[in-house]
């Protein structure tokens, strides 16, 4: 004969263990979902360099580079862009925008023809922005010896130049 309170504890055992893996299935499926949505977010936030955006005749566009180099080049930069509201020599600078760049991603900025500053760790670079005129500038960095932290400096390139870099061997991404 058999007893019948073997029998309910094995079905409840068995319900325990459908239970466990229904969770499981649960938490893989949310898993997933999270990484798609990561991933598509991810893919919608930058994109390659294609061409040059037109500069509408009262503003002037402003591309920040920074070019992907070797190993110097791991950690995001801050980048802080001021304007001079009147005469650069008064000094009054207000601070416009502020961003992150990493290595191999630029940013393009419509702006208002003035003078600007942009502001990366201690160098600082001024400069004009000219109506209906696109101006690059490039944060580059050099290693002064072996066993020293990388210097930067912040360059103005020829659009040549600029093109080569957002353009030749691995392409830079944009940076909304």
């Known amino acids: 004969m058999k007893n019948p309170r073997i029998k309910v504890n094995f079905n409840r055992r068995a319900q325990g263990?459908?239970?466990?893996?229904?969770?499981?299935a649960r938490f893989r499926t949310f898993l997933?979902?999270?990484?798609l949505i990561l991933g598509l977010t991810f893919c919608t936030s930058?994109?390659?360099?294609?061409?040059?955006k037109k500069v509408k005749e009262d503003k002037a566009l402003l591309y920040v580079l920074r070019p992907q180099r070797q190993a110097q080049s791991?950690?995001?930069?801050a980048v802080?862009?001021?304007k001079y509201p009147g005469s650069f020599k008064e000094g009054n600078r207000v601070?416009?925008?502020n961003f992150g760049l990493d290595s191999g991603e630029y940013r393009t900025l419509e702006l208002s023809p003035g003078v600007y500053a942009?502001?990366?760790?201690?160098?600082?670079?001024?400069f004009f922005a000219k109506e209906g005129k696109i101006s690059f500038l490039s944060i580059e960095l050099y290693n002064t010896g072996n066993f020293s932290l990388p210097e930067l400096f912040i360059q103005e390139s020829k659009p040549e130049d600029a093109l080569r870099s957002l353009l030749e061997g691995?392409?830079?991404?944009?940076?909304p």
């Open 170 to 175: 691995k392409r830079m991404f944009w940076i």
């Open 32 to 35: 997933l979902s999270i990484c």
């Open 118 to 126: 942009l502001k990366c760790r201690d160098f600082e670079k001024v």
């Open 46 to 52: 930058t994109q390659r360099f294609d061409q040059l």
């Open 17 to 24: 263990a459908t239970r466990f893996f229904q969770s499981i």
């Open 95 to 97: 601070l416009f925008q």
């Open 80 to 82: 802080e862009l001021y």
């Open 74 to 77: 791991l950690f995001s930069f």
